[in-house]
């Protein structure tokens, strides 16, 4: 089955082009990345639950999530700054996976409206270099954005109705 999130990286490029489109109203969409509770939930997986230490949803505000395994051994942190915070059209912001080997990252979010119930996600994900842009890559990454999203979109099924 195809993933519904393209994931666009061009050879020798250090950026990364995302889109995916949700059958959900762009304000539920954008509510998903700036509401703790709903990151939390679509960011949990079988394996890893999230926790949103920190989120302040404005222009320079930041954040701070963890993932804890069964265990409750920390998975990952990572947090970020926010650099611009248009609501339902916007977001720019940092991200650094602490104690991991990829450097800091811009993340810009455009969310976009279709029709009264369908929107789309484009992110566009520079890194600051080609190397940590690939180490990413070859990792499941894909496939971990995809699930995610198809978490997401579940979840907001679920509030939508």
């Known amino acids: 089955m195809a993933q519904k999130t393209k994931v666009q990286a061009e050879a020798g490029k250090q950026d990364l082009l ?8 762009v304000e539920l969409l954008f509510r998903a990345h700036v509401e703790p509770e709903l990151i939390a939930q679509w960011m949990s997986n079988p394996h890893a639950t999230a926790k949103i230490l920190k989120f302040e949803a404005k222009k320079h505000g930041s954040y701070q999530l ?3 395994d069964a265990q409750c051994n920390v998975v990952f942190r990572s947090n970020g700054v926010i ?14 996976l602490e104690n991991a080997p990829f450097g800091v990252q811009l ?18 994900v520079i890194y600051e270099s080609v190397v940590l842009r690939d180490q ?3 990792l499941p990454f894909a496939q971990g954005i995809n699930m995610a999203h198809n978490r997401m979109q579940e ?5 939508n109705h």
């Open 83 to 96: 650099h611009e915070f248009s609501p339902n059209k916007k977001i720019i912001r940092t991200f650094e």
């Open 18 to 25: 995302i889109t995916r489109e949700f059958d959900l109203p």
């Open 155 to 159: 979840i907001l099924n679920n509030l």
């Open 66 to 68: 963890e993932s804890t």
């Open 136 to 138: 990413l890559l070859a």
């Open 107 to 124: 993340e810009v979010y455009e969310f976009e409206s279709l029709t009264a119930s369908t929107s789309k996600l484009k992110m566009h």
